[in-house]
């Protein structure tokens, strides 16, 4: 038997009132029970389908697309296989060259989460959006096929297969930017309309009486949904890396435009059961910079200290609040778009995220280290007859083995002795783990470059025999967890902080992050190449180890904001103590009260 708990919202005229709020007393009937999370939906797996198939693709290809450009055509196979114990390449343009381009396919593919999170928002809605997305990736990967056939690649010395594969890339892009932007917002989604009330009051078949917490329900999804995506990065770069090996690259590159052909029949099954919900008719960013400019009426200043505390003051929103315009001076377009002062507190909120989601692009070129370098580096180790970039699937094998441990476990485990991961707390660690891969990474580089025939020019010699490839294992672990802690815990950030109209484009300005971190990352291609992979490596680690002491900075003030993620690990468990009010030490300044969904009250 299961009761609600739902809390009695606040009337909406309390809401703009500008004092000191407090925290709301936590439900008696739930201090000292355990909270878990709810069922997840059967929907959300067939979607999660979709976003697995772009991960296959989009991991297996830059994967593949280092030896493909960087590595010589090998002379006894026009298709670029190299065998049994050769080295695959076709185009051999060298390292830099290879990151270059793959360091655009990045860049360019968490670009375009923005174009396709305002279209799906504003105009097409995520059904209509993810289905466009699929065509354009199939698109895509039917030119960077063409580019990889033995004709094609011998013909022109390359140029013919150059140009094409960066037309396949800029195609396939799109089409990757439009399923990251909307389909874990439309995953969520299905669990938010089957999840009934934020708690629910419940006895289990052993007798023991536990909270239902919607919030809890959320985190697991994202953490499920993320390992399921790393099947795909398993087996994407695997099936690609052996067809390159022992057929050609051209078979590679078809694997995932096979896997795209899937998809249209997985929509057509799902399409009446899956909650769709409808686009906003308008564009809510055009709306939403309008409510930015009215509130920043009178805060411009040459002076850019005066400027940043006024932008950040707890009275930000007040000019552009319902409530605190007279008639006269109200908009017309404010009735237009039905903006209240709940809608403000809720962009405003979407905003708060989107501002900590700055600090990510540091953290993204640690993480892209796994897609250029490190599979360069592999190359000049001995790698027992693997193919180089194989060993890159350490680290999704270790994602999903890392996240029941913790989902089961560990987290669990810290609940009950008193010491839950806030969701901010999560991603601040994510950060100094990632800092200790790349570390890990410049040690082994410099054992490389003593060890080398070559000295510091490894890459021109044979693989040194004496350092297996294993011990890449280390950064590929390390990696796993600080995504397991820093991108999970943001995709959930950003999905529960979004208002309604806007959650694929806040998970679209998540996504653009590593967008970011691409252009970032064309400073360091010099050091990418012998003699200074131990600098590029040394440098990475000290940048985004300086981003995890900036982020948890500027955030250590946040805790507790959420409104439907308060609750993911700092549930109130038998200590009386509501996670709304935690961080709210310094909540004493004047703000706008909201209550959301849970009864929880953020001060924006």
């Keep these: 038997m299961a009761t609600q708990l739902e809390k009695t919202p606040t009337p909406s005229s309390a809401l703009a009132v500008p004092s000191p709020v407090s925290p709301p007393p936590a439900d008696p009937s739930t201090l000292g029970l355990r909270r878990i999370p709810g069922r997840i939906p059967w929907i959300v797996w067939p979607l999660a389908f979709i976003e697995l198939t772009e991960r296959f693709s989009y991991i297996g290809t830059i994967v593949v697309l280092v030896n493909y450009i960087q590595q010589p055509l090998p002379p006894s196979s026009p298709a670029g296989a190299g ?35 305002w279209v799906a928002d504003a105009y097409w809605g995520r059904w209509r959006t993810i289905a466009a997305g699929a065509v354009a990736a199939f698109g895509g990967h039917v030119l960077v096929v063409a580019s990889a056939v033995p004709a094609v690649l011998v013909a022109g010395g ?158 930000f ?75 890159s699937n350490l680290n999704p094998i270790a994602l999903i083995i890392l996240i029941p441990v913790c989902e089961h476990a560990l987290y669990p485990w810290l609940r009950r002795a008193g010491f839950p991961l806030h969701p901010l707390n999560r991603i601040t660690a994510g950060f100094g783990v990632a800092a200790a891969a790349l570390v890990w990474a410049a040690v082994l580089q410099y054992y490389i470059y003593t060890h080398s025939a070559c000295g510091t020019h490894a890459n021109s010699c044979p693989p040194v025999r004496s350092l297996s490839v294993m011990l890449q294992a280390g950064p590929y672990v390390l990696i796993a967890a600080s995504e397991m802690l820093a991108v999970t815990t943001g995709m959930e950030y950003a999905f529960v902080q979004a208002p309604e109209s806007m959650k694929s484009l806040v998970m679209a300005v998540f996504l653009f992050m590593a967008a970011l971190a691409c252009v970032v990352a064309q400073a360091f291609v010099p050091l990418a190449g012998d003699p200074l992979l131990v600098w590029n490596y040394g440098v990475m680690a000290v940048l985004v180890a300086g981003a995890g002491a900036g982020f948890w900075w500027c955030s250590r003030g946040m805790m507790g904001d959420e409104v439907v993620g308060e609750g993911a690990e700092g549930e109130r468990e038998g200590e009386g103590e509501t996670a709304q009010g935690q961080g709210k030490e310094e909540g004493k300044e004047e703000g706008v009260g909201v209550v959301g969904p849970q009864g929880a009250v953020a001060v924006v």
Aim: with cysteine.
């Design 83 to 117: 065998g049994h114990d050769g080295q695959s390449g076709a185009l051999g343009l060298g390292q830099r060259v290879s990151t270059a381009v793959t360091t655009f396919d990045t860049f360019w593919s968490y670009s375009m989460p923005l174009l396709a999170g």
């Design 158 to 315: 390359g140029r013919a297969s150059l140009g094409l594969v960066v037309a396949g890339i800029v195609v396939m892009g799109v089409g990757t930017g439009a399923l990251k932007a909307n389909t874990a917002p439309l995953v969520a989604t299905q669990v938010m309309a089957s999840a009934g009330p934020a708690e629910v009051l419940t006895t289990l078949k052993t007798g023991e009486r536990v909270v239902i917490d919607r919030a809890l329900t959320v985190t697991r999804l994202y953490m499920y949904f993320y390992a399921l995506l790393n099947v795909g990065a398993i087996v994407g770069p695997t099936g690609m890396v052996y067809a390159e090996k022992y057929v050609g690259f051209w078979l590679a590159f078809v694997l995932p435009a096979g896997m795209y052909v899937v998809c249209p029949a997985v929509m057509w099954v799902c399409r009446r059961r899956c909650v769709k919900e409808e686009p906003a008719g308008g564009s809510t960013l055009a709306v939403a910079f309008r409510l930015w400019r009215m509130a920043m009426r009178g805060r411009w200043s040459w002076n850019l200290v005066k400027m940043y505390k006024l932008t950040t003051s707890p009275t």
């Design 317 to 391: 929103w007040h000019a552009a609040l319902p409530s605190h315009l007279p008639p006269s001076r109200t908009p017309s377009w404010f009735a237009t778009h039905s903006i209240t002062d709940i809608y403000i507190a809720d962009l405003a909120r979407g905003l708060r995220a989107c501002r900590i989601f700055l600090w990510y692009p540091i953290y993204w070129l640690a993480y892209n280290q796994m897609n250029n370098n490190l599979t360069s580096q592999a190359a000049t180790l001995n790698t027992h007859r693997l193919p180089n970039d194989f060993i």
